[in-house]
């Protein structure tokens, strides 16, 4: 059974970091070819993707209002996906979520189920 589990969330204060941290089992990063996403939903809004990333070769793509900010990485050998967020602004407070897919989607507005994959998510709030 794949799990997926995130950490790393908190309250900061505008302009500060957080290191999100997903955490995989039950699957082999280095076996099977997956898109790795941090995706996010704050109160009242939809679906917005942040970072993704891939299996294999590492390409990342990252949303416009993070690019700069925000970087993903993952560590095939722990099958740990990261998520760095520096300079956060009020407007990044949302449930950060760690999802996974074969397909790549830069579509805003799904659902969670959308994905194959998906953890239960880790709540960053930045507030002075």
């Known amino acids: 059974q794949v799990q997926l589990v995130e950490s790393g969330g908190g309250l900061v204060q505008p302009g500060g970091s957080l290191r999100l941290s997903c955490e995989s089992s039950?699957?082999?990063?280095?076996?099977?070819?997956?898109?790795w996403y941090w995706v996010r939903q704050a109160p009242g809004k939809g679906l917005e993707w942040v970072a993704v990333?891939?299996?294999?070769?590492?390409?990342?793509y990252s949303a416009d209002s993070v690019k700069g900010r925000f970087l993903i990485s993952r560590d095939n050998a722990k099958n740990m996906v990261y998520l760095q967020m520096n300079s956060l602004k009020a407007e990044d407070t949302a449930m950060y979520c760690c999802?996974?897919?074969?397909?790549?989607?830069?579509?805003?507005?799904?659902?969670?189920?959308?994905?194959?994959?998906w953890g239960q998510g880790t709540q960053v709030t930045v507030s002075s």
């Open positions: 999802a996974a897919d074969q397909r790549l989607s830069l579509i805003n507005g799904g659902k969670l189920a959308d994905f194959t994959y």
């Open positions: 039950g699957f082999t990063f280095s076996t099977y070819w997956m898109y």
């Open positions: 990333t891939n299996s294999g070769r590492g390409t990342t």
